[in-house]
């Protein structure tokens, strides 16, 4: 995906994206209504948070979607905390997010991207190109499964 992907029409506004080697005050605010507010995580931000690179999609200026990426060891890149406001939904903010982590991770040599999916989203994933593995396993009593996808 390039910036040329990243749409720029009336339905999402103006779109543009940032990257982040710290966590930045947008992806806070975005994984604290997502995660925190929605879902009842309590644990949303840890110490990996200082080692990922973190994406940003801002919709006419403001923090719309985010999801962070470490960096790649022995050639896969693990996503996640991905996650789009409410109030942006519907306009494929999520998906341009991993798009757009995929784009960085091949930039840095990675040949596979891997992430722990909530099952309740799995589909989304298939959709990018996703495949599930081995058995569900639960993060904060959240039924998880593991991802991967082949760049």
């Known amino acids: 995906m ?3 992907d990243l749409p720029n029409n009336e339905s999402n506004g103006k779109i543009e994206y940032r990257f982040y080697s710290t966590l930045p ?3 806070k605010l975005i994984r604290t209504e997502v995660f925190m507010e929605e879902q ?15 994406a940003v999609i801002l919709s006419d ?6 999801g962070r990426m470490f960096p790649p060891e022995n050639g896969v890149c693990v996503i996640g905390r991905i996650a789009a406001r409410k109030i942006f939904r ?3 903010l999520g998906a341009k997010t991993v798009l757009l982590l995929e784009e ?11 992430l722990s999916a909530q099952c309740r989203v799995q589909g989304f994933y298939e959709k990018l190109g996703y495949t599930a593995s081995g058995e569900v396993y639960s993060d904060e009593y959240c039924p998880h499964i593991h991802m991967e996808k082949l760049l």
Do not use: M
């Open 104 to 114: 960085k991770a091949r930039e840095l040599g990675a040949e596979k991207i891997a």
């Open 2 to 4: 390039s910036k040329a």
């Open 25 to 27: 005050e947008e992806a």
């Open 40 to 54: 009842g995580f309590k644990n949303e931000f840890d110490e990996d948070d200082s080692r990922c690179v973190h």
């Open 61 to 66: 200026g403001k923090p719309a979607a985010t």
């Open 90 to 92: 519907g306009k494929n």
